[in-house]
């Protein structure tokens, strides 16, 4: 089984930036996708990017393209997700999400995924 722990979570001003991590606490050796998703208040959980463990392929939501950034450590066993350009639409809780078998590219709903972390919730000011 895959566990998931987030970190780096916080409150930053708009137009900040802030780096979230999910460490696996297992061996990721069979992980294909890991993702970051999110939930505001009211809201239905949302992608937010993915990224294909073995070769780094990513997708973006439309809302984070150009914004966002994320990458993985194999060594670390770690998937990071780079947050510039902070607005306050993008407050929510955060959740790492991983995916162990394969897709046909990169999978985007929350249901393509398996195992989660717990969420870290992120707030942006005005």
């Known amino acids: 089984q895959v566990q998931l722990v987030e970190s780096g979570g916080g409150l930053v001003q708009a137009g900040g930036s802030l780096r979230l991590s999910c460490a696996a606490s297992?061996?990721?050796?069979?992980?294909?996708?890991v993702g970051w998703f999110r939930q505001a208040p009211g809201k239905e959980r949302e992608i937010v990017a993915t990224i294909r463990w073995s070769i780094g392929t990513a997708y973006y939501a439309d809302s984070v393209k150009g914004r966002f950034t994320i990458s993985r450590d194999k060594v670390r066993d770690t998937v990071y997700l780079q947050m510039n350009s902070l607005a306050p639409e993008d407050t929510a809780v955060y959740y790492c999400?991983?995916?162990?078998?394969?897709?046909?590219?990169?999978?985007?709903?929350?249901?393509?995924?398996?195992?989660w972390g717990q969420g870290i919730q992120v707030t942006i000011s005005s």
């Open positions: 297992e061996r990721t050796g069979s992980t294909y996708a």
């Open positions: 999400a991983a995916r162990t078998s394969t897709f046909a590219t990169l999978p985007t709903r929350a249901g393509d995924y398996a195992y």
